[in-house]
């Protein structure tokens, strides 16, 4: 069974960082591209990043977040993560990890509960 719990959420001010993480289990990770997506009050889910897996790990980033953004993996670890710098009001959110790319993360379907961000002073 596929399971993926994020984690590091919380409360920060504008401008400020966060750190999210997202442990996996249930399926062999670095066969997978992963990504975060989210969803925000009163909004259906939206992709934010997707990190590839093999030697390459090309990343790809929704305009809104490019250039504050950065995802990660450590294999060896079955992590995902997302740096989250400079944020914004805007970037309030639930943050959940998924399985798959920008392509396929709604038809592979699965997703973890989310990690709450809120951006606010």
């Known amino acids: 069974e596929v399971q993926l719990v994020e984690s590091g959420g919380g409360l920060v001010q504008p401008g400020g960082s966060l750190r999210l993480s997202c442990a996996t289990s249930?399926?062999?990770?670095?066969?997978?591209?992963m990504s975060w997506v989210r969803q925000a009050p009163g909004k259906g889910l939206e992709w934010v990043s997707t990190?590839?897996?093999?030697?390459?790990?090309?990343?790809t980033y929704a305009d809104s977040v490019k250039g504050r953004f950065t995802i990660s993996r450590d294999d060896a670890k079955s992590m995902l993560y997302l740096q989250m710098s400079s944020l914004k009001p805007e970037d309030t959110a639930v943050y959940h990890c998924?399985?798959?790319?920008?392509?396929?993360?709604?038809?592979?379907?699965?997703w973890g509960q989310g990690t709450q961000v809120t951006v606010s002073s």
């Open positions: 249930g399926f062999t990770f670095s066969s997978y591209a």
């Open positions: 990190i590839y897996n093999g030697a390459g790990r090309t990343t």
């Open positions: 998924a399985l798959g790319s920008e392509a396929t993360w709604t038809l592979l379907g699965s």
